[in-house]
């Protein structure tokens, strides 16, 4: 049991939160807690409502704060309400009772008689439960972005005149529109009370998303920094973690995921049964080669020569072979991840850095796939060199490639929608048909009469077929 019931409920600590850990989250007989940091936690009801709560303190005192509901605020989206409400908290505003005054804002000007009055801009700009924000990206709060809206629509303003219409504090509106002006959403007039005016969006929007952008850049380069602070020391130097142990099935989500969105040029891998992370076939990149193996236990899964078959059309290069040791995914042949069960019940994998055991494990694919079967479903498939002969019937189109691919009687008849009498009797019609006696006889012939020029070559690859 978990210690730490604090008002009778559970506390689970999970430092830092993942989105699939909130998401596989079950419900318990008392509501549980899933931390974060920084005061932001979700808690689960026993009916399985997930909200997402701020613990803080002011004036001496600890207050919640609730943020929303998950999935419809997701992870990133309560971090960055978080955060607006510990900057809040660090200019001495109570974020709960800002919400209150906002939305006490909202409430007066809606019952005002005076509403008919507005421009129709300006009541899209005041407080409103279906306010749709659109300046959330550039790390711009909401009631910031209700303030600018405001400016806009009436080309300038004292900050009398917002504070009015927002229904906020002289010294609030002060601050609110301090805060817009060092975006550079805003600027005053010299004369007092300074009248504020806003500055065009095509000029003080772009100008944000190139800061930000800037930002990002800067972020980037820092990736190598602080890959030598993750080096660790080793017989006095220091050297990069080869592998790393992975044993959360949610940590390894997210890898596979991240991991494959930096292909650049190749990805290369193993299949085989049970897939963890279903995934729906993806056209291959421009400019980036995809080459996979693929075993027994693999297509004999439901779906999945469908599978392959789709990802063949989309550009991706697919060969099958008998049996392979493990399931094993490479970017780039700088960054693999390979499963260390050969079940992978209990999703454990190990990501592998550029060094020798990479190199390795770059090599064994390599091996494989000029022994693997090339995966063709027809003669005008695109590991084709040349036109296949007449008299090789669709039959044939049909049944060798399933045949070469290594697949048993049972899932054969399964694929071409045949019972097993009809798969015996046209495999017989085959071999009546060329004039021979047995199985292997006929993938000789077949493969003659399709490639009658010699072994071909996969299209983009040097390696033989």
Avoid at 100 to 116: C, E, L, T, Y
Avoid at 291 to 315: C, F, Q
Wanted: glycine content about 8%; overall charge positive.
């Amino acid at each position: 049991m978990l210690g730490g019931i604090e008002n009778a409920k559970m506390v689970v600590r999970n430092m830092p939160l993942t989105h699939a850990a909130i998401r596989t989250a079950k419900a318990a007989e008392k509501p549980t807690r899933l931390y974060d940091s920084g005061g932001l936690y979700v808690e689960v009801s026993p009916a399985g409502s997930k909200l997402w709560r701020l613990k803080y303190r002011y004036g001496g005192k600890e207050k919640r704060l609730s943020l929303g509901t998950f999935p419809e605020i997701g992870l990133k989206e309560a971090r960055g309400k978080r955060d607006a409400a510990r900057l809040m908290l660090a200019d001495g505003v109570d974020p709960g009772e800002h919400r209150k005054v906002a939305k006490g804002a909202g409430a007066r000007i809606i019952a005002s008689n005076d509403m008919a009055e507005l421009p129709t801009q300006a009541q899209i700009a005041l407080p409103s439960p279906t306010w749709a924000r659109s300046l959330e990206a550039l790390g711009i709060s909401e009631l910031e972005e209700r303030a600018y809206c405001i400016v806009l629509e009436h080309h300038a303003m004292t900050m009398e005149d917002v504070a009015a219409l927002l229904s906020l504090p002289a010294d609030k509106a002060q601050w609110l529109l301090d805060a817009i002006e060092s975006y550079g959403l805003v600027s005053h007039s010299p004369e007092w009370p300074p009248r504020y005016s806003a500055v065009p969006p095509e000029v003080a929007i772009e100008a944000l998303i190139n800061q930000r952008q800037s930002g990002l850049e800067k972020a980037r380069l820092a990736i190598p920094k602080l890959k030598n602070r993750a080096k660790r020391h080793v017989d006095g130097k220091e050297r990069e973690q080869v592998v790393e142990v992975i044993n959360s099935g949610a940590v390894l989500a997210q890898v596979v995921e991240r991991l494959l969105k930096t292909v650049k040029y190749e990805i290369i891998g193993f299949q085989r049964a049970p897939m963890i992370f279903p995934r729906e076939p993806e056209p291959v990149p421009a400019g980036t080669q995809a080459k996979s193996v693929s075993d027994a236990s693999y297509l004999e899964m439901p779906g999945a020569i469908e599978n392959l078959r789709r990802t063949v059309e989309m550009g991706e290069e697919a060969r099958t072979y008998a049996i392979l040791p493990f399931k094993m995914v490479i970017v780039d042949r700088r960054l693999g991840l390979i499963t260390l069960h050969s079940e992978n019940l209990g999703g454990a994998a190990m990501l592998v850095r550029p060094s020798a055991l990479l190199d390795a494990l770059c090599m064994l694919f390599d091996l494989v796939w000029e022994r693997a079967t090339p995966f063709v479903t027809e003669t005008s498939g695109v590991l084709e060199m040349d036109h296949a002969p007449s008299r090789l019937t669709r039959t044939a189109e049909q049944l060798i490639p399933l045949l070469a691919a290594g697949l048993n009687d049972k899932t054969i008849a399964a694929e071409v929608n045949i019972s097993a009498m009809t798969l015996n009797r046209r495999i017989g019609e085959l071999l009546k048909h060329y004039g021979i006696r047995t199985r292997f006889q006929l993938g000789w012939r077949a493969a003659m009469d399709m490639y009658p020029n010699g072994r071909p070559q996969a299209q983009g690859s040097q390696a033989a077929v």
